[in-house]
């Protein structure tokens, strides 16, 4: 070892690591622009460059086998550079390749602190053979003295003045310092370690603010209340300086995408132009992190599912080469990035018999779907569209993980897609996480943090209204808002929580109204305080697994509040089913466009006095006289144009107290599906109507698929498909033999 | 008060060794790294070595040399630069340039420091 | 210092004497204001605010499947580090730090059983008492905890 000192070393290591995986990103990015050809004269010297200081770096701390791999490469790299050999795409393979050797011994440094002990010697043979004949350099220096003075040498020359021979390149070398220093002049290399303790530092301060602007709140001593004031604004600046410094540009996480597009399209036979845009848009870095693996996947996705191969490209009158676009630009405090690419678009066919042969969805919503609902179900668990697993987006992660972890910093992603022009994907990612403002609400007793991204509205009900606004469908809390239905949550329910007895006895109901992927409900809490920047610090391990915490912040009065996880409180409470049916909803303002007006069969069951279902489904209605009704089996059948019908009483599917008493004749609502048919008996027949349906796929109760207002008043969809799977699980199981 | 000595590397890992063993041994370090920062940082100050990589963007070493040499307050002061066995040829332009003396990469604390001790003894 | 003796901090539980490797120990504190975690496995009491930091706070006497503390004794908190960041284990009473020989050492006796047989280290057989020397690491992982609160949950 050639550092003694165990804490220097370990610094020097990472130096090197951060130094050289930059470098290596360098060093592919110029590679590729030698393979197009776009090389500058000084492109060769800069990636001699880079693997030039890995090796003088290795070998000076120790680390003599990346140290002895780097001098493989920098010897052809040196023969490249003065011109002795041609750069040929084979060597530009094998050097790609040794790039990521390198890479590989880094990471293993990094993660073991070892340089591993995997044996690259096939590569380096492999670059060796190509230097051709070319001698290698001797690895070690042949002189055995490694410094020296000029003075004490037997031909010493003076030190000189420029020789006149070179003046013109020196000032050629010096227009170019002069146009590239500015960078260096002013910015400085700062430890990651080092801003996320200023990150933390400003958090403290922006909470010791809090403390104090609240106390002097109570003051009227003017000294007080200006310095306040100041400290005020100036921890807002600071907090907003600090938040700056730790913004990248996303470029920082592009700059690998070149090589990816380039090595994945070779792999598949494909052509692709890759464009980027906005790369110095810029991102706090902890969230810069958290797409990287995401976009990774897209961008391996658009090119094996979307570009097509240029012999179908030039079929299809396209160019050969297909092209990827990556754009990044800040809009409305969020950061926007879009992947598109000019493919083959998503095929809506394929898309849902796959989700059909997945079970992912029934028979009955694929029909309804519109061709954007369709483009969702890609985000389903255990969805791919690959025929085969290929190993390029094939590797058991799919666009839910994408999704998923999109989500979890807050994040959104849209799809768009048109048959043979493409595909874009659109993500909406926020600025930051550490310090988020939020509202702060009391239930039960204990304060918790709303992220203000989730909250919608403030709903305040007294006296009559909060008697009477909250309504019961089956048990579950409803609130109407502008005529939608507001399925309710009780926060103190939830996480059940103890009310106090003043709590118990306001007769106020505070509703926080909050959306959750594209979902709204409403959620009930004893008191609504204040909104506040809060800082958002972790939760331990033992508390991971508690899904509707997003972690805990410290309030001014130094106490700790838990902060909210809107999405997972959402689905503990059951409003927002789990990730199956997520991807298939719209977002509201897109749900109220999406509306469309359907005519729909109004009818009671029992105690539901209403059902509705639309008429599309209804193939006729029917009277049977009771001693018609047959049985076969344990089913009620009626003979029916020279088929048997099997009857499904409805209200037996829904969840009520009693059965319904039967009549006669009994009123029978026929529907077909595939020329197979089933009688539903209902109670009455009420009415046909034609409205603008806005559903609301609340909390799943029986037999219901969710509930509308209709004509004023809240009636329930049945769920057709899923009653007639309750009574007849192979109505759609069995072949469709009696198909014609 | 110790003596001071800049250090011009591209690579921030060697900028922290050398400076970190020559402040361990009670040598103020100015660093700069590429040969454009150092020559815009010593136009300002003057330091009793500098001791220079030689391939780095910019401004290479050799280039550093010569361009030090030209200015009054740098006629004397000594140069070192850090060559490497695969560039054998600079080491003979570093001292056409009029740098002091080398030392060859990859080199140790001990190596660093006998050689700046023969030139600026502290 | 001789190389087989070892520095504990000591505290009392329910009428029993623990100990910790003061290496593993961050700081000791009297009673915190404590938040509290709904849904959380019982053995967590809640939050406490260390200097802005957020350090979950475990009930030691429910780890270790004692007697609950009588209500209106306020616990004191001994923080360790773990590899997770800093944790609070709630104790009655905090003793002193003793230095004690190696020697006298011995693994957990075999007659100790349930939870207290993974999570204690073995036993110092001192003049006065036996210390039992907790083993931080395990006694914070309440990953087998928590699994079985969900069990018992459904």
């Given at each position: 070892m050639a550092i003694n000192n165990e804490a220097l070393q370990q610094q020097l290591i990472n130096d090197l690591l951060i130094e050289s995986f930059d470098g290596l990103d360098r060093f592919d990015r110029e590679m590729l622009t030698l393979e197009k050809g776009e090389g500058q004269p000084d492109t060769l010297n800069i990636v001699f460059r880079v693997i030039h200081t890995i090796k003088g770096t290795a070998g000076c701390i120790g680390l003599g086998k990346i140290e002895s791999v780097a001098h493989v490469g920098e010897s052809l790299l040196s023969l490249l550079r003065d011109d002795k050999l041609k750069l040929s795409p084979p060597m530009i393979t094998a050097l790609l390749e040794y790039s990521d050797a390198l890479k590989d011994m880094l990471r293993c440094l990094e993660k073991t602190g070892h340089q591993g002990d995997k044996d690259y010697s096939a590569l380096l043979e492999k670059l060796k053979n190509l230097q051709a004949g070319e001698p290698l350099p001797a690895e070690k220096p042949a002189e055995e003295q490694c410094w020296g003075l000029f003075e004490d040498e037997p031909v010493a020359t003076a030190p000189a003045t420029p020789a006149p021979a070179v003046v013109e390149k020196t000032i050629v070398v010096d227009a170019a310092a002069r146009a590239t220093t500015s960078v260096s002049d002013t910015a400085i290399r700062v430890d990651v370690g080092q801003l996320d303790k200023l990150m933390n530092l400003v958090g403290e301060l922006v909470l010791a603010r809090n403390q104090i602007v609240q106390f002097t709140g109570?003051?009227?001593?003017p000294t007080l209340l200006n310095a306040a004031q100041r400290l005020n604004i100036l921890t807002t600046e600071l907090q907003e300086s600090v938040m700056k410094t730790r913004m990248q540009p996303i470029g920082n996480i592009w700059a690998k995408f070149p090589r990816i597009v380039r090595d994945v399209s070779q792999e598949l036979g494909k052509q692709i132009k890759l464009v980027m845009e906005g790369q110095e848009t810029e991102l706090d870095r902890t969230i810069i992190e958290a797409i990287k693996d995401p976009l990774t996947h897209i961008i391996r996705n658009s090119i094996d599912h979307g570009v097509e191969k240029p012999e179908v490209r030039t079929a299809a009158n396209k160019p050969a080469e297909g092209l990827l676009i990556l754009r990044a630009f800040h809009e409305g405090g969020q950061v926007n990035i879009e992947i598109m690419d000019d493919g083959q678009g998503i095929n809506v066919a394929r898309v849902k018999q796959k989700a059909l042969e997945k079970n992912l969805i029934t028979p009955d919503q694929a029909a309804g779907f519109s061709d954007r609902e369709v483009f969702n179900l890609i985000f389903l668990p255990g969805f791919s569209t690959a025929e085969k697993v290929t190993n390029v987006s094939g590797r058991g992660v799919g666009m839910d993980v994408v999704k998923t972890n999109i989500e979890k910093i807050g994040g959104s992603v849209d799809i768009f897609s048109e048959a043979g022009q493409g595909t874009t994907l659109k993500i909406k990612i926020p600025l930051t996480l550490a310090i988020i403002p939020a509202l702060i609400v009391t239930s039960g007793g204990e304060r918790f943090a709303i992220p203000q991204v989730n909250l919608l509205e403030l709903v305040r009900l007294e006296g009559e209204q909060a008697r009477k606004g909250i309504e019961l469908l089956y048990g579950a809390p409803v609130y109407r808002l502008r005529g939608h239905l507001l399925p309710l949550v009780y926060l103190n329910r939830e996480l059940k929580l103890e009310q106090s007895a003043d709590e118990k006895n306001s007769g106020d109901v505070q509703i926080v109204v909050l959306q959750a992927d594209g979902r709204q409900f409403g959620m009930v809490v004893n008191e609504i305080n204040d909104t506040e920047e809060i800082v958002v610090k972790p939760l331990g391990k033992q508390l991971?697994?508690?899904?509707?915490?997003?972690g805990a912040t410290i309030m001014g009065d130094g106490k700790v509040a838990l902060i909210l996880d809107v999405l997972g409180l959402a689905q503990l409470a059951k409003v927002i089913s789990e990730t199956r049916d997520r991807a298939l909803t719209e977002k509201p303002e897109e749900q109220t466009r999406a509306d469309d007006r359907q005519t729909l069969l109004l009818f009671n069951a029992g105690e539901n006095s209403r059902l509705a279902i639309p008429l599309s489904m209804v193939a006729r209605l029917e009277e049977f006289p009771l001693k018609d009704i047959e049985r076969a089996g344990d089913q009620d059948v009626v003979q029916y144009r020279g088929q048997i019908l099997p009857l499904i009483q409805i209200s037996q599917f829904l969840s009520q107290a009693e059965p319904a008493a039967q009549q006669d004749p009994m009123q029978v609502v026929v529907y077909s599906e595939a020329g197979r048919s089933v009688g539903l008996v209902v109670t009455k027949i009420n009415d046909i109507v034609e409205e603008t349906l806005a559903i609301k796929r609340d909390a799943p109760r029986r037999g219901i698929a969710g509930s509308a207002v209709i004509q004023d008043k809240v009636t329930d969809l049945l769920d057709v498909p899923g009653i007639i799977r309750a009574a007849d699980p192979d109505f759609y199981r069995e072949p469709k033999k009696e198909n014609p | 008060m110790g003596k001071s000595i800049m250090s011009v590397d591209d690579s921030s890992t060697m900028r922290r060794m050398v400076s970190f063993t020559l402040k361990s041994a009670g040598y103020d370090v100015i660093e700069a790294s590429d040969g454009a920062e150092a020559l815009n940082l010593l136009k300002s100050r003057a330091v009793d070595l500098v001791i220079s990589d030689i391939n780095m963007p910019n401004l290479d070493g050799i280039e550093l040399t010569r361009k030090l040499r030209s200015l009054p307050s740098f006629i004397r002061t000594p140069i070192i630069l850090l060559t490497t066995e695969s560039d054998p040829g600079k080491k003979a332009e570093g001292r056409a340039a009029g740098a002091t003396g080398w030392i060859v990469k990859p080199f140790n604390q001990e190596q660093l420091l006998a050689v700046v001790a023969k030139v600026v003894p502290n | 210092m001789s190389q087989t003796s070892k520095q504990y901090c000591t505290f009392f539980l329910n009428g029993l004497f623990f100990g910790v490797e003061v290496l593993n120990v961050q700081e000791v504190l009297r009673y915190q204001q404590m938040t509290h975690v709904p849904?959380?496995?019982?053995?967590?009491?809640g939050l406490i605010n260390l200097r802005g930091q957020i350090v979950t706070a475990i009930d030691l006497r429910h780890r270790l499947e004692l007697p609950a503390r009588v209500s209106g004794e306020l616990p004191m908190n001994v923080v360790v580090r773990s590899e997770d960041g800093a944790i609070s284990l709630l104790v009655d009473e905090i003793g002193d730090v003793v230095e004690i020989e190696d020697d006298v050492f011995e693994a957990p006796?075999?007659?100790?059983?349930?939870v207290a047989r993974d999570l204690i280290k073995g036993v110092y057989k001192l003049k006065e008492r036996l210390l039992l020397v907790l083993d931080t690491e395990r006694t914070v992982n309440l990953s087998g905890v928590t699994a079985l609160a969900k069990e018992q949950n459904n």
């Open positions: 109570k003051s009227t001593e991971k697994g508690i899904s509707c915490f997003a | - | 849904l959380a496995p019982a053995t967590v009491q006796p075999e007659t100790l059983r349930g």
